[in-house]
């Protein structure tokens, strides 16, 4: 069983800064990519930020130069760094991972249960 669980949403006023985390634990056997989607009310998920087990980057254009992904290989985690924040940032912000678990031996998406972001003054 593979579980991402996500912590450090929360309220912050615009121009604030926050930090994601996201750990994946379980019959883990290797991991390809990991990253973060958000889902604002009444819209659809879209890609934030996502990044491979090499440390290639990937960033969606409205959070590019404002959110830095990294990963750690060793503990199986990825962060986000979300800095000027701004009110359209607010989403439920949910962890992915691209990985191969022993019990599949084939690569798969996995997803987190999400963490909400608010981004109000």
């Known amino acids: 069983q593979v579980q991402l669980v996500e912590s450090g949403g929360g309220l912050v006023q615009p121009g604030g800064s926050l930090r994601l985390s996201c750990a994946a634990s379980?019959?883990?056997?290797?991991?390809?990519?990991m990253g973060w989607y958000r889902q604002a009310p009444g819209k659809q998920r879209e890609l934030v930020a996502t990044?491979?087990?090499?440390?290639?980057?990937n960033y969606a254009g409205s959070v590019k130069g404002r959110f830095t992904i990294s990963i750690d290989n060793v503990k199986k985690t990825v962060d986000l760094q979300m800095n000027s924040l701004k009110p359209e940032d607010t989403a439920a912000y949910y962890c992915?991972?691209?990985?191969?678990?022993?019990?599949?031996?084939?690569?798969?998406?996995?997803w987190g249960k999400g963490t909400l972001v608010t981004v109000s003054s």
């Open positions: 992915n991972a691209h990985l191969m678990s022993t019990a599949t031996m084939t690569y798969m998406d996995y």
């Open positions: 379980g019959a883990i056997f290797s991991i390809n990519a």
């Open positions: 990044i491979t087990s090499g440390g290639s980057t």
